[in-house]
């Protein structure tokens, strides 16, 4: 298993421009995140996806969307993007229930700097 | 107030010492706790879960308090490679399942 993988890892963007962070796992979990964290700082909630079809707001969702068309994957997009958006974004999975349902697996994230 | 609070740090050690990280919550409703080790530059990974009587894994004990609301991390005989940001972690049933993370604490072993 490849766990989740996160693409690009690096990227530069200049204000206003568009993107898609993606994010996959091979796991069968239902449950995806997607987390910002800026320097220094834990990790903050941008959205929630507890199957495919259905997302929900985390504690910052200002200036992003997601979707969720299948189980694997879990796309955050990011529209006009503003200096306030540079930080690390990590994508992360876990399963619905049973053993091990607690453990969330992350991916190696995508670092972005908004200029 | 946030949610999972945690000491600033960081903490410099040296070699062979034992360190305590505290870890306090405020949502009464959050059910497991972790403890994650996120190395610099990478994504958190899971060192161990926190149960209602606490637990050990080798060199490392956590403990929960929940009339306190309070979670510990010992890790005894601290070695180099132990250096890391210590992340708290609280999950409750809301819709899904919700992880709050507290803000984390650095510790440096040093030789």
């Known amino acids: 298993n490849a766990g989740v993988t996160q693409t690009p890892k690096f990227r530069i963007l200049k204000i206003g421009q568009s993107m898609t962070l993606q994010c996959t796992q091979d796991?069968?979990?239902?449950?995806m995140y997607w987390y910002r964290q800026d320097p220094g700082m834990g990790l903050k909630l941008i959205y929630y996806s507890v199957g495919a079809g259905i997302t929900d707001k985390g504690e910052v969702p200002n200036g992003y969307n997601v979707s969720r068309s299948t189980t694997e994957d879990f796309p955050l997009r990011l529209e006009l993007a503003a200096p306030s958006q540079t930080s690390v974004y990590f994508c992360a999975s876990t399963r619905s229930g049973g053993a091990g349902a607690d453990t969330q697996y992350f991916g190696p994230g995508t670092r972005l700097t908004v200029l | 107030r946030k949610e999972v609070e945690q000491d600033p740090g960081p903490f410099n050690v040296p070699e062979g010492a034992t360190v305590a990280f505290n870890c306090t919550y405020s949502?009464?409703?959050?059910?497991?706790f972790f403890w994650y080790r996120q190395d610099c530059r990478k994504e958190p990974k899971l060192l161990m879960s926190v149960y209602s009587s606490g637990n050990e894994d080798g060199r490392f004990t956590a403990q929960l308090n929940r009339a306190s609301q309070y979670i510990s991390l010992l890790i005894r005989d601290s070695k180099l490679s132990d250096s890391a940001t210590y992340l708290c972690?609280?999950?409750?049933?809301?819709?899904?399942?919700?992880?709050?993370f507290g803000p984390g604490t650095r510790l440096s072993v040093l030789p």
């Open positions: 949502n009464s409703a959050s059910q497991s």
């Open positions: 972690v609280g999950s409750y049933i809301g819709y899904g399942q919700n992880f709050v």
């Open positions: 796991m069968n979990h239902n449950y």
